[in-house]
Nanobody
Framework: QVQLVESGGGLVQPGGSLRLSCAASGSIFSIYAMGWYRQAPGKQRELVAAITKGGSTNYADSVKDRFTISRDNAKNTVDLQMNSLKPEDTAVYYC????????????????WGQGTQVTVSS
């Protein structure tokens, strides 16, 4: 079984910064992509940022130039550095991983963390 554990959420003032971290563990052959999604009250879950094993990144337009995603392939971790935070960034942030499992990594599945609350308010 694969488990994703997030940390780093909390309360921050507008304009402040937070760094979210996620660690994957369990039956993992390899991880193709890791990323962060968020869901605000009354809204759909949306992609915030994602990064592949090869280092390709994708950001939501709303966070471009403010957030930076990075990963450590050896440790199976992914971080999200969030700067210049806005009240609109308030949401539950979920870690996501596209994991290669099974014998010799022949199966590919999506896994999710439990979520961590980020609140941006004065």
């Amino acid at each position: 079984q694969v488990q994703l554990v997030e940390s780093g959420g909390g309360l921050v003032q507008p304009g402040g910064s937070l760094r979210l971290s996620c660690a994957a563990s369990g039956s993992i052959f390899s991880i193709y992509a890791m990323g962060w999604y968020r869901q605000a009250p009354g809204k759909q879950r949306e992609l915030v940022a994602a990064i592949t094993k090869g280092g390709s990144t994708n950001y939501a337009d709303s966070v471009k130039d403010r957030f930076t995603i990075s990963r450590d392939n050896a440790k199976n971790t992914v971080d999200l550095q969030m700067n210049s935070l806005k009240p609109e960034d308030t949401a539950v942030y979920y870690c996501h991983a596209e994991v290669l499992t099974g014998v010799a990594g022949r199966q590919r599945y999506d896994y999710w963390g439990q979520g961590t609350q980020v609140t941006v308010s004065s």
